[in-house]
């Protein structure tokens, strides 16, 4: 879930309006928020820009496409926290969507690229990274940094596999098996010290 929050996503879809609305957060969804713009203060109540379009449905990770449906996305600088997308056009990008608007057939289709979930009882929202033009709502996006990044996870996995494997091969078990001989050797120590004093209660037991 961590990472579907914060790898990139893109969706096909058509821009039909901008707006700024002014948000109040909550204790809760504040943490599903990005920062103020670069040079502003952080204040709890601030200006919150959007975007919103109409988005084709998929299925299956994209596999399967199905109608259209509303989608909408804030447009946020990230700065220098998390996610590292080191956003800082946020006024930009929301020139370049408001000039992809599209209401009226042929509809001008496009490329967001855009990372977070959209709650809509919490009043979350998809922060837009970029705003691409593509040739129709058809148009399949690649995934390209998403397949890069799990690769080198799966190979940093099997390579920390590796090294605990080596470490416990070169340290762990010897000191296990050092351990044993020495639980082995007190073992045996027990038992001889126990034979000596039975064999000397023996000297001091009646004899027939």
């Known amino acids: 879930m961590f990472l579907y929050y914060a790898l990139p996503q893109k969706d096909v879809v058509r821009v039909t309006s901008t707006e700024v609305i002014r948000t109040d957060f909550t204790s809760f969804n504040r943490l599903f928020y990005a920062q103020a713009d670069s040079g502003a203060s952080e204040l709890a109540t601030r200006d919150l820009r959007l975007i919103n379009t109409e988005r084709r449905k998929t299925y299956l990770f994209g596999l399967i496409r199905g109608g259209y449906g509303t989608m909408v996305y804030r447009n946020e600088d990230t700065g220098w ?80 596999r590796a090294a605990w494997y080596q470490f416990r091969e070169r340290t762990l078990d010897p000191m296990t098996d050092k351990a044993g001989d020495r639980m082995d050797e007190v073992g045996a120590d027990l038992a001889e010290r126990r034979g000596r004093l039975k064999r000397w209660l023996d000297t001091w037991r009646s004899k027939k």
């Open 81 to 160: 926290i998390w996610p590292p997308y080191f956003k800082f056009d946020s006024s930009d990008l929301q020139a370049e969507s408001a000039a992809q608007i599209s209401t009226t057939e042929p509809y001008q289709w496009v490329q967001i690229t855009h990372y977070g979930w959209r709650v809509r009882f919490l009043s979350i929202y998809p922060n837009a990274i970029s705003v691409t033009p593509v040739d129709g709502p058809d148009h399949r996006p690649m995934p390209w940094f998403n397949i890069l990044f799990f690769i080198a996870l799966f190979a940093a996995l099997l390579f920390l």
